[in-house]
């Protein structure tokens, strides 16, 4: 059993940077996979970043590739994701996932565990 909490979202302007964070209860969330979704108004929701249980490898999105940057700390059972060249289209829901598979998958349905999203909005 995982649950996670996020932190770190708010407003910025377009070219800022955000870091948002994912704390995680559980010695299990060592060996998950861990990810970020995002879901914008009125549109579905888009997977945005992944990392291993170990933090050896990562997957990202098109869309941010070169701009965001996914990491974890296994000793404080965090994860995070350092945004940097804010867009406006990035502004949404962000979501940090954790999954028991372990590795980075890009799709939704690998996550069981979800936090409560953390908005972020990006102005121009």
């Known amino acids: 059993q995982v649950q996670l909490v996020e932190s770190g979202g708010g407003s910025v302007q377009a070219g800022g940077s955000l870091r948002l964070s994912c704390a995680a209860s559980g010695r299990t969330f060592r060996s998950y996979a861990m990810g970020w979704f995002r879901q914008a108004p009125g549109k579905e929701r888009e997977f945005v970043a992944a990392?291993?249980?170990?933090?050896?490898?990562?997957n990202y999105a098109d869309s941010v590739k070169g701009r965001f940057t996914i990491s974890r700390d296994n000793a404080k059972n965090t994860g995070y994701l350092q945004m940097n060249s804010l867009k406006p289209e990035d502004t949404a829901v962000y979501y940090c996932?954790?999954?028991?598979?372990?590795?980075?998958?890009?799709?939704?349905?690998?996550?069981?565990?979800w936090g409560q999203g953390t908005q972020v909005t990006v102005s121009s």
């Open positions: 996932v954790a999954s028991p598979k372990g590795v980075p998958s890009r799709r939704e349905y690998d996550y069981r565990y």
């Open positions: 990392i291993n249980w170990s933090g050896g490898s990562t």
